[in-house]
């Protein structure tokens, strides 16, 4: 008897205690969470970007990897990785290097410079022959 009169008190106060929740916060409502799509992929960033680095002429050692160790060419985007104004900074801090004399450049020796021209350096892929 006295056991079925403590939890009938113990429901009741747990009925009570849920009423008054559920007059706090009302269930049915919908939840808003932040206006921001939670699914959206981060943004994707250039390695130059990524650090907050402007290409400098006097940088020497860092332009030296955009550009060919045999000929001097400097890499595309494709192989640098780098978003446009990146890669056009590094291409003109380059040639400002090259410039300088601090950084080497290719060009033909005189004894080939008669030569003729076999193929475009540029583009190194010829047209189709037929
Ligand atoms: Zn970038």
Redesign the pocket.
Known sequence: MLNILKTSIVNANIARVSRNFASLVNLDEPVFLDNKNPFEKERQ??I??EMDITPDFKNVKLLSQFQSQYTGRIYGRHITG??K??QNQVENAIIRAQNAAMMPGYHKDLDFIDDPKLFDPERPVRPHKY
């Open positions: 960033k250039c130059l970007c780098l978003c104004t990146k």
